[in-house]
Each structure stands twice: as structure tokens, then as C-alpha cells.
């Protein structure tokens, strides 16, 4: 009996663990779930939205400086949400769901992750 638990547990250790975080077969939920890094959660997030690595980059500049990678971050002032202080952002939404929403804003108003963290870099938001 207690063989098969410590083999069960084993085997369960093994599914999840944080070696295996890199892995391409992995689901992003598990990967979510393996990565405390903030600064990961949020680039594995994007690569959800886009594979350019510059943008990724570009994106990851933007979410330091707006939340230091908080998704819980608010601002009293403004009212804005998340990772990205998003103005319209709801409380509770995932990091998924608010990188989503970012990138449509970006691709919308900016055209590239790039060019949005240059008017951040000029103005001190985006």
C-alpha cells in the first residue's frame, strides 16, 4: 500500500514539475502552473498572442514599467487594471484574458508591441 502512493505521488511530481515547463508538449495551463516567475507568466502569456520574440520583448518593457508584472496592480487615480493598466480592465480577469484585450488595444492603436513601447518610452504611457 504505501509503495503505490509514493509511486503515485512520484509520478504525479513528475507531470508537473518545473523542468518540464520548457516543454512544447505542454498545455500553456500547465506551463502557468509550474512558472512563479512573474516576469515567465507574463511572457509565456504572450506567446499566447504572438511568436515575435522583439515584440514579445517590446511587451515585457511595457508590463514592467505599467505593473511590475502585477496582475492585481490598480491604480486609484485612473482606475486602471492588470499587467498592463488597462482603463477598461475588470477585476478578476486573467492574465490571459488581460494580455488578449492589451494586444488587440496595441495592434488597434499602435500596429506592433515595438512601436507602442517607443510612445511609452516618449510619454510615459501607451
Not at 485612473?78 to 492589451?102: D, H, N
Request: aromatic share 12%; proline share 2%; net charge positive.
Amino acid at each position: 500500500m504505501r509503495f503505490a502512493i509514493v509511486t503515485l505521488l512520484f509520478s504525479v511530481m513528475q507531470v508537473i514539475s518545473p523542468s518540464m515547463a520548457l516543454s512544447p508538449a505542454m498545455t500553456y495551463e500547465k506551463k502557468l502552473l509550474v512558472t512563479t516567475d512573474k516576469r515567465e507568466r507574463v511572457k509565456l502569456t504572450l506567446m499566447e498572442v504572438t511568436t515575435d520574440m522583439k515584440e514579445v520583448r517590446c511587451a515585457l518593457e511595457i508590463a514592467y514599467k505599467e505593473s511590475r508584472y502585477n496582475v492585481d496592480s490598480y491604480n486609484k487615480s485612473s482606475g486602471a487594471r492588470g499587467v498592463w493598466q488597462l482603463l477598461w480592465g475588470q477585476p478578476g480577469w486573467s492574465l490571459l484574458k488581460q494580455t488578449r484585450e492589451a494586444h488587440d488595444y496595441v495592434l488597434h492603436r499602435y500596429d506592433t508591441w515595438c512601436k507602442a513601447y517607443r510612445f511609452h518610452q516618449e510619454r510615459n504611457w501607451y
